[in-house]
């Protein structure tokens, strides 16, 4: 069974600064890994993707991954008030074709 | 991206009915669909996956007989809450694949926020 894990949070930070949200997870075969973005009440909301080692940026994200360390980031740069909620890490499971595994995610709350 | 959509919204129903909620891919087709629940400030449970053509699997601990799920077409799924209860008060949500980027993901429709009085 694969695991995922992330700090629940709540993570605070100040308007305009960097909201850093980390996930470690277990299984060390896995090559994609995704971001979901879930506002309350909302349903989540895929916003990263990534496949290989180092950084990809899109537009105020970054996803970072370091498969040795098996660990992958989502930086949010020029953090806005808009950008709270909670963000769900997610790995293939492995059990069935697209099925993932999630996280339980981290709340964020940024602070005007 | 993927579009997925969830009806109804909203829905409020007395104990002891029954509460048929859809999911249809809109400008895709998905042999595969997925239903969950969340309770409020817990993570995503995954409760079934539906397959076009075939019984659905159920998760460990999902009673297959108080859920039912007809996946009636390619682009159709429908979760069946029968006898609700309650406990089964929640925010349901379904979910369709889609490939992102060359790796296989999901997309997840607006979700269904159930009470049973």
């Known amino acids: ?112 | 991206g993927a579009v997925v959509s969830q009806h109804p919204s909203r829905v409020i129903c007395k104990s002891g009915t029954s509460v048929k909620i859809e999911c249809r891919s809109l400008d895709f087709q998905a042999t595969t669909m997925f239903w969950y629940r969340q309770f409020p400030k817990q993570s995503l449970m995954l409760m079934a996956t539906s397959n076009e053509g075939s019984k659905a699997t159920y998760e460990q601990g999902v009673e297959k007989d108080k859920f039912l799920i007809n996946h009636a077409s390619l682009t159709l799924s429908t979760l069946t809450v029968t006898s609700a209860h309650p406990e089964d008060s929640s925010f349901y949500i379904c979910s369709a694949p889609w490939i992102a980027g060359g790796a296989e993901t999901q997309y997840f429709g607006p979700g269904t926020r159930l009470l049973v009085l």
């Open chain 1, 1 to 112: 069974q694969k695991e995922v894990e992330q700090n629940s949070g709540p993570l605070s930070v100040p308007e305009g600064a960097i909201a850093s949200l980390n996930c470690t997870y277990s299984d060390r075969v896995s090559q994609s890994f995704f971001w979901y973005r879930q506002y309350s009440g909302k349903s989540p909301e895929l916003i990263m993707s990534i496949y290989s080692n180092g950084d990809k940026e899109d537009g105020r994200f970054t996803a970072q991954l370091n498969k040795a360390s098996q660990y992958v980031s989502l930086l949010i740069r020029d953090s806005q008030p808009s950008d709270s909620a909670t963000y769900l890490c997610a790995v293939p499971s492995g059990a069935g074709s697209y099925q993932l595994t999630f996280g339980k995610g981290t709340k964020l709350s940024v602070i005007p």
